[in-house]
């Protein structure tokens, strides 16, 4: 659910201006779910939630590297960014960020870094995983997109009980990321490469 809670809006208002968005699913951590969650409940509640911001199934790719264990597959996982990279060819990665206290989104941010270093790159910004951010880029956001963030996210039930799920947050972190920028609503991220052709 990171890229919902980090850039659901950004993904909304890319995908509405035309843009393909394709998103990559490194683990299924059905061991972090709450007991008496089916093991499936978290690729069908991002599927859902995906479906809800117009990304299309087949720009989905889910992977099952074992949750909190990703320092330990950190080889394989850069395989599959690499390959990613190569098909793909993205102009702009969003990822966790290198400073994320989450064991797995740091690694998976690492060999994010790595696979996508002549790719813009633009780290995630969460702020319940992270003590210190530098955020250089705002992205203007309507209550449109906010909306459609919120609906994406209500999506995952299974995380309904953490408290940055709630609607209030979630609207006031968008108003408050809008702040710096004179805007209603915005996301904000790290840029850490950026490459133009």
């Known amino acids: 659910d ?3 809670f980090a850039a659901g809006g950004t993904i909304y208002r890319l995908i509405e201006q035309g843009k393909d968005v394709h998103l ?5 951590p059905a061991k972090s779910l709450p007991e008496g969650f089916p093991q499936d409940t978290l690729i069908n509640e991002q599927l859902s939630s995906a479906e809800m911001l117009g990304i299309k199934r087949e720009n989905i790719q889910f992977f099952d590297f074992p949750v909190r264990e990703f320092s330990q597959c950190r080889q394989e996982i850069l395989e599959v960014l690499v390959d990613v990279a190569k098909k793909l060819e993205p102009d702009v990665v969003f990822c966790s960020a290198t400073n994320d206290i989450h064991q797995d989104h740091y690694q998976s941010g ?3 870094m790595r696979a996508f270093r002549k790719k813009t790159v633009c780290f995630y910004d969460v ?3 992270t003590n210190k951010s530098e955020l250089n880029l705002n992205i203007q956001l309507s209550s449109d997109h906010i909306s459609a963030k919120i609906r994406a996210i209500k999506c995952y039930e299974s995380q309904a009980h953490r408290p940055y799920s ?3 947050y979630i609207e006031g972190w968008a108003k408050t990321r809008g702040i710096y920028s004179n805007y209603s609503y915005a996301e904000s991220f ?3 490469t950026m490459s133009i052709d």
């Open 24 to 28: 990559i699913v490194l683990s299924n």
């Open 166 to 168: 709630e609607v209030d």
């Open 127 to 129: 702020p319940w995983n």
């Open 190 to 192: 790290e840029l850490v």
């Open 110 to 112: 690492l060999e994010a």
């Open 2 to 4: 990171d890229s919902e």
